[in-house]
């Protein structure tokens, strides 16, 4: 595969005026699979070698960069090195933002706090329920992840991580709705979290602000869908948008919807260097 590939006709001039927006733009990213390879244990996922390069030259055209992932906040920042990245963005008049738990969490590179909902009701019941719940499904191998406003149980390491997955997935939304939370499907991974939260709302929030000229997203699982359908929302508001599946051959639903394809992380950061340099191009 190509670093990046134009997936319909539309696409490349969708590109063109996404370039010719700038700087009046806001670029949202994904960070597992999209920023950071996926590796077995979430807790070793780190930013690819050449991202905090390409994010700080992107800054340099684009007024605010956006990390919006499932992940804590703290997590994300460490595992990605990002508050130093954001430090260098802020330096050249930038912003770096990071959104986690689906929002629930925001962080800026210019006031450098975490701001945090407050953890679902429903969570402490759901989890003091789960050691039943991973035994009903037959998945006493899945790994729960405790992660504060939510819960994740990954099936990655499981002698079975498919079936397993397909086992624990219907038992765990049941559970989920019962104690009023949301369930998130993802790569061998079930999300337990917030209901009424997601990745769109965050793109609808960011692209309210004053001036917000277009907006491109890159994601490369299911729970970027709803950030995807957002950006699609704004495309019928006549914004500049650009939408890039970062593949995995893992996941597919997000090509449907996809103007650009890339080959997972390595691609995205081959592809925002390209961007980064044609939107400096455009401005002379
Ligand atoms: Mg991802």
């Known amino acids: 595969m190509p670093f990046m ?40 996922a780190t930013i690819h070698p050449q991202a905090p390069g390409v994010l700080l030259e ?7 960069i956006s990390v919006i992932t499932g992940r804590p906040v703290d997590q994300v920042l460490r595992l990605g090195g990002l508050e130093a990245i954001g430090q260098q963005i802020t330096a050249i008049g930038g912003e770096l933002r990071v959104f986690g738990h689906y929002g629930a969490q925001q962080w800026s590179s210019t006031d450098k706090e975490i701001r945090s909902s407050a953890p679902p009701a429903g969570l402490a019941g759901f989890i003091a329920e789960l050691p039943r719940l991973l035994a009903e499904a037959r998945t006493p191998d899945a790994w729960v992840e405790d992660k504060g406003l ?13 079936e397993s997955y397909a086992r624990l997935l219907p038992v765990l939304a049941n559970a989920a709705s019962a104690h009023g939370l949301d369930v998130e ?33 890159i994601g490369d699982d ?20 650009l939408l890039v599946t970062s593949e995995s051959g893992e996941e597919s639903a997000l090509m449907a919807l996809a103007d650009v394809a890339v080959p997972g992380p390595s691609g995205v950061v081959e592809f925002l260097a390209k961007l980064s340099v044609e939107a400096l191009r455009a401005d002379f």
């Open 5 to 44: 590939e134009f997936l319909t006709d539309r696409a490349e001039e969708r590109y063109d005026e996404f370039i010719a927006a700038a700087p009046n733009v806001m670029i949202g990213l994904d960070f597992d699979g999209t920023l950071a390879p996926i590796v077995a244990d979430p807790e070793k």
């Open 58 to 64: 992107l800054a340099k055209s684009f007024q605010v």
């Open 150 to 162: 939510a819960v994740a149980v990954h099936t990655r390491r499981c002698a079975d991580p498919e």
């Open 185 to 217: 499907p993802g790569r061998r991974v079930v999300e337990i979290r917030l209901a009424e939260m997601d990745k769109g709302l965050v793109v609808h929030a960011l692209a309210e602000q004053d001036g917000v000229h277009g907006f491109c997203f």
């Open 222 to 241: 299911l729970g970027d869908l709803a950030a995807f359908e957002a950006v699609r929302a704004l495309r019928e508001q006549g914004l500049a948008t």
